[in-house]
């Protein structure tokens, strides 16, 4: 078996800023392989976008069918769809599996390409090796729980594949496999798995169901431990899509750490909803080595928030803010614009908002109504959705990654918004927040700013490397930037006394 992670430039020139993480998915399911020392190989597309030289030197060492198995988000669904295509003109006799988020939620969608033989959607490490088996043998696995297949022109859709309930049941996610590159970044991991939430735009339930599972905390700090110690990981950031959904197990998470004799000097970041955050467990958590928390606040407008089932109020958010932030954690957060029903006022509320509570590191993004989300549906029907051929518009930083000189084509816009006015919004709302020396001065000279997901590079050498691509970064601003104060002039821009107020507030501060 041959597994491919696929991506694409999702992040444009940022690319160089952000850590290489570790192909989860295809990670989890290589692990099973390993287990019953079925042989396999993986390839990147992180790490080498033209993989197909790499794949012809590993089939070498496979018998036939080769069966490749691609993992795909949907916006890297278009880079899964092509080398579908080149892997069956190469081997017209190998079979194709793809799964992952994208697959999951579009499975008659992605097997409309007849490159593509089957789906599996969700999890598939209970399924994995019997998928192996079947298919080395010849039989079909068309009867199996999970996959989606063709058959005469018709897609068939089998029930979902069991989800895997006790985490502690799987094999120790195989690290030392990625360690043959030293592109990878190891400081992350996951504990836990879904989230019993429903938010109308996230679409983390095509796979988790809205169960959550978790790792019991005796095997997280083990491999909080291999990190530390093998891998060398100070900061380690969980990527737990909703990391305090059971208290009890942060408890007695948090005092396994405490109690380990390799995590002492370790720090940990992690996200999540503000009505989870009491401060009782704020107050453990730091005591163990949490350092940084990462809101999703997404709007303040409270009409909004539950249109979008956030299930939280403003004033629980502010209060968490407030908490973390007295007993000492680094605050990030999230907004996004571009919701339904959203006005330029709430937009400006949400930077107020940022400035008031004195939020660290703020991002603006643009919604994305990811497919099989109730967002997706309602924008659908309501015909607002715009959808570029392979989804190239569907990602959640428009305004930031794509090139000044390009339109920006936002998956969705609310009532009076154009694609103009709302990328002015969002390059003024970050300049508000931004164009403070306090804030540039911490950003530039500390090296944690980013909460592991950022990063200048740990060394000078690593930011002198950079310099061609700050270079760029430079000068995109700089034009985006200039666009943005032009609408001044325009009936859809900025306002001038706003930006003159943030000149204002600069230079009084330095
Ligand atoms: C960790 C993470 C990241 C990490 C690491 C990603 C990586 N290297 O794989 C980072 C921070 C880099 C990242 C980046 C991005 N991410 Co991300 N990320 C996640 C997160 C939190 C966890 C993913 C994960 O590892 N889950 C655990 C594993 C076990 O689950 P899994 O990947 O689904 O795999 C299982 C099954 O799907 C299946 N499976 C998977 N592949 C295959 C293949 C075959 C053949 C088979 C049989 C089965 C199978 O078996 C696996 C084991 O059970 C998810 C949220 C989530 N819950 O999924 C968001 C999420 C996947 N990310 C998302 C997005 C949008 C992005 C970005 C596009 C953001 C951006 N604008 O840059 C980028 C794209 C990166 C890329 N590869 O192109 C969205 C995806 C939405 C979508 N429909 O596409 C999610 C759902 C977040 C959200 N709520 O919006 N991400
Ligand atoms: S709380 Fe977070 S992970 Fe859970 S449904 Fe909402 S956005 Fe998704």
Redesign the pocket.
């Known amino acids: 078996m041959i597994?491919i992670?696929?991506?694409?430039n999702?992040?444009g020139l940022f690319k160089p800023f952000?850590?290489?993480?570790?192909?989860?998915?295809?990670?989890?399911?290589m692990a099973i392989l390993k287990q019953y020392k079925i042989y396999f190989n993986y390839v990147?597309?992180?790490l080498n976008s033209s993989p197909m030289l790499e794949i012809n030197e590993f089939v070498k060492n496979h018998s036939k069918p080769y069966i490749f198995?691609?993992?795909?988000?949907?916006?890297?669904?278009f880079s899964a769809i092509t080398l579908s295509k080149q892997l069956k003109t190469k081997y017209p006799d190998c079979i194709t599996?793809?799964?992952?988020?994208?697959?999951?939620?579009m499975p008659e969608e992605v097997l409309s390409n007849e490159n593509v033989d089957y789906v599996?959607m969700?999890?598939?490490?209970s399924?994995?090796v019997e998928?192996y088996h079947k298919l080395k043998s010849g039989l079909s696995i068309n009867d199996m729980r999970?996959i989606a297949f063709r058959k005469n022109g018709a897609v068939f859709i089998n029930d979902a594949p069991e989800l895997?309930m006790n985490l502690d049941s799987l094999p120790p996610f195989p690290y030392e496999l990625f360690r043959k590159t030293k592109k990878y970044n190891f400081g992350?991991m996951?504990s836990s798995?879904?989230?019993p939430y429903n938010c109308s735009?996230?679409?983390?339930k095509?796979?988790?169901k809205r169960k959550y599972r978790y790792k019991s905390a005796g095997n997280t700090v083990s491999e909080l431990e291999l990190l530390a110690t093998d891998f060398k990981q100070k900061e380690i950031a969980f990527?737990?899509?909703n990391f305090l959904a059971n208290k009890p197990r942060i408890l007695e998470l948090c005092e396994a750490i405490r109690k380990s004799k390799y995590l002492k000097n370790c720090t940990y970041s992690f996200q999540a909803r503000s009505r989870d955050l009491t401060h009782d467990i704020l107050q453990e958590m730091y005591a163990s080595g949490f350092k940084t928390v990462f809101f999703g606040i997404e709007t303040v407008s409270e009409k909004i928030l539950k249109n979008i089932g956030k299930d939280e109020t403003l004033e629980e958010i502010k209060t968490a803010i407030a908490v973390s932030k007295k007993i000492g954690f680094k605050v990030m957060a999230n907004f996004i614009y571009c919701l339904p029903e959203e006005t330029k006022a709430i937009r400006s509320d949400c930077v107020n908002f940022a400035l008031e509570n004195k939020i660290e590191v703020v991002k603006f993004n643009n919604v994305?109504p990811?497919?099989?989300t109730s967002l997706y549906e309602q924008t659908l029907k309501e015909k607002k959705l715009s959808v570029k051929p392979n989804y190239s518009n569907?990602?959640?930083?428009l305004v930031m990654?794509r090139p000044a000189w390009k339109k920006i084509n936002f998956p969705y816009l609310p009532e009076g918004a154009s694609s103009f006015s709302m990328r002015n919004e969002i390059l003024f709302s970050y300049f508000k927040i931004y164009f403070n020396f306090h804030r540039l001065k911490k950003i530039f000279s500390d090296k944690n700013w980013g909460g592991a997901?950022f990063s200048f590079g740990n060394s000078n050498w690593d930011v002198v490397k950079k310099i061609p691509v700050i270079f760029l970064l430079v000068l995109d601003f700089t034009l985006k930037f200039s666009l943005m104060f032009i609408s001044i002039f325009s009936a859809k821009g900025i306002s001038a006394r706003e930006c003159l107020k943030v000149f204002y507030h600069f230079y009084k501060k330095i």
């Open positions: 597994f992670n696929t991506a694409s999702t992040t952000f850590p290489i993480t570790l192909p989860y998915g295809i990670g989890f399911l990147d597309q992180q198995c691609i993992s795909t988000l949907t916006e890297s669904c599996i793809m799964g992952g988020l994208h697959p999951s939620s599996f969700g999890e598939a490490e399924n994995i998928i999970g895997i992350h996951i798995r879904g989230c735009f996230c679409c983390v095509a796979v988790g990527f737990d899509d994305v990811y497919p099989d569907f990602n959640s930083q990654v997901i």
